[in-house]
């Protein structure tokens, strides 16, 4: 008996120890949620798609960040920008205008601490908008990287339309911390 017993735990112990050996760059890309959110339903494969690249992107960085959560509140803001954009341009606004804009959105889907920051990405497919943000393909205003790369935030949104006429608009929103609304 104390045979069989010994066996049988060192099987359960091996067994655990064990784990497949992923081909390099097929690794899977943490996408922890946000307090309040049990699943992914409110996204798009292709807004998924933008998230997980965000976390690989903050894991491979020279000094590795942990990998931000994601958030329902923050990523309806993010669509509901995306949306207003394509629908009037949103264009001439001041910055001072944007700021106050993007925290009445984000408010309507929650409370956040800290600072809260949107990337908006447009032309480019769902699979390649972190790299061209990454590669400073798309200008950001006095920002040497994507906010999504500052060890500041810890909570993203993602929110993208194809109501524009050339290729996706995607927005990405980012909270030091983010509370879900109702």
């Given at each position: 008996m104390a045979v069989m017993l010994t066996l049988l735990l060192g099987i359960v112990i091996a067994a655990g120890c064990l784990s497949p050996n992923l081909p390099a760059g097929e690794e899977t890309a943490m996408l922890p949620l946000n307090d309040g959110v049990s699943?992914?339903?409110?996204?798009?494969?292709?807004?998924?798609?933008?998230?997980?690249?965000?976390?690989?992107?903050?894991?491979?960085?020279?000094?590795?960040?942990?990998?931000?959560?994601?958030?329902?509140?923050?990523?309806?803001?993010?669509?509901?920008?995306?949306?207003?954009?394509?629908?009037?341009?949103?264009?001439?606004?001041?910055?001072?205008?944007?700021?106050?804009?993007?925290?009445?959105?984000?408010?309507r889907f929650g409370a956040w601490t800290g600072s809260v920051a949107e990337v908006r990405s447009h032309g480019y497919p769902e699979?390649?908008?972190?790299?061209?943000?990454?590669?400073?393909?798309?200008?950001?205003?006095?920002?040497?990287?994507?906010?999504?790369?500052?060890?500041?935030?810890?909570?993203?949104?993602?929110?993208?339309?194809m109501a524009v006429r050339v290729a996706p608009l995607c927005i990405i929103v980012v909270a030091s911390e983010f509370k879900e609304g109702r």
């Open positions: 699943d992914l339903d409110f996204l798009s494969e292709g807004e998924t798609l933008i998230l997980r690249d965000i976390n690989r992107a903050r894991a491979s960085a020279a000094v590795p960040l942990r990998p931000l959560k994601t958030a329902r509140g923050l990523s309806l803001a993010a669509k509901d920008r995306a949306e207003e954009i394509a629908r009037s341009d949103a264009g001439g606004l001041t910055p001072e205008e944007e700021r106050t804009r993007l925290f009445e959105r984000v408010r699979d390649t908008v972190v790299k061209e943000l990454l590669s400073g393909g798309l200008v950001q205003r006095e920002q040497s990287r994507p906010y999504f790369m500052d060890a500041e935030y810890a909570v993203m949104g993602v929110g993208c339309t």
